[in-house]
């Protein structure tokens, strides 16, 4: 199995980091982690550089952080970016966010940033992962506009579009929350299982949140409770979502050596 989105450089893992890839490493073949804001890019490298073929980057700018960063700030970090295009496999996660960002005018930034961050996917042949939360009709329709192809949506939650999603060849990553959200179980049954992936979102969205009632860590290694869902959901094997979801994932982002 494969984790194609969680945040190992999150300051949840400083006292056990190594320890928790380790476990991740007995049970899957790749992990994918998502550099959501600038300062993490150095440790996110770093995990890259240390676990050739095992871990890869995401590299992006989560859109509830527009207002923390003047325009000068945010051209030095694409540059950054452009300077080392070879060392990530993909742009995200990179959105909008309308739950924690509500004046119009950080929105149309935010809008503004997210065609940034698409046309500079598009320009370097790289695939894109989408942050989208109470915003799909716009995060939607700005992919289509911008004529996006390599999509992924992590933890999309609007059931009502996946006939639209679908029908545009974009993949989508289920995660823990499906244990217990009704709209991600109709994601999950209504979704073509050749356009799904596995995500955990951890540190956050652990299984124990959604069965339990409890705040814990998350690891990369539930993904292996979210393959169990899924082919419940879907009344298949979980050997076959277990083995379609990964070669989803290799062939979306191309994950060479896994």
């Not at 325009?71 to 996660?93: H, P, T």
């Not at 046309?119 to 894109?128: I, M, N």
């Amino acid at each position: 199995m494969i984790d194609s989105h969680c945040h190992l450089e999150q300051h949840d893992y400083d006292s056990d980091r190594n320890e928790v890839i380790a476990r991740a490493r007995q049970k899957l073949k790749a992990v994918i982690t998502s550099c959501a804001h600038p300062r993490d890019f150095d440790l996110t490298m770093k995990m890259v550089e240390e676990n050739k073929n095992f871990i890869f980057a995401s590299i992006g700018m989560h859109p509830e952080f527009i207002k923390d960063f003047s325009q000068k700030q945010i051209d030095d970090y694409f540059q950054l970016l452009e300077e080392n295009k070879d060392r990530y496999i993909s742009v995200g996660e990179v959105g909008l966010d309308y739950s924690w960002v509500k004046e119009d005018e950080w929105r149309q930034k935010q809008k503004e940033l997210f065609i940034q961050f698409i046309e500079f996917a598009k320009e370097h042949k790289k695939p894109l992962t989408i942050h989208c939360r109470d915003a799909y009709e716009d995060t939607v329709k700005i992919l289509e506009q911008q004529d996006a192809k390599q999509v992924h949506l992590h933890l999309f939650g609007a059931n009502q579009m996946v006939k639209q999603v679908a029908e545009n060849g974009w993949y989508v990553s289920i995660g823990p929350i499906v244990l217990s959200s009704k709209k991600h179980f109709q994601i999950s049954r209504d979704m073509p299982m050749e356009l799904l992936l596995l995500e955990t979102d951890a540190p956050w969205n652990a299984p124990q949140v959604f069965t339990e009632h409890v705040k814990v860590r998350n690891e990369p290694t539930s993904v292996e409770v979210v393959a169990m869902k899924i082919a419940e959901i879907k009344k298949i094997d979980f050997e076959q979502v277990a083995k379609t979801t990964d070669e989803n994932t290799i062939k979306f982002f191309g994950l060479n050596g896994v």
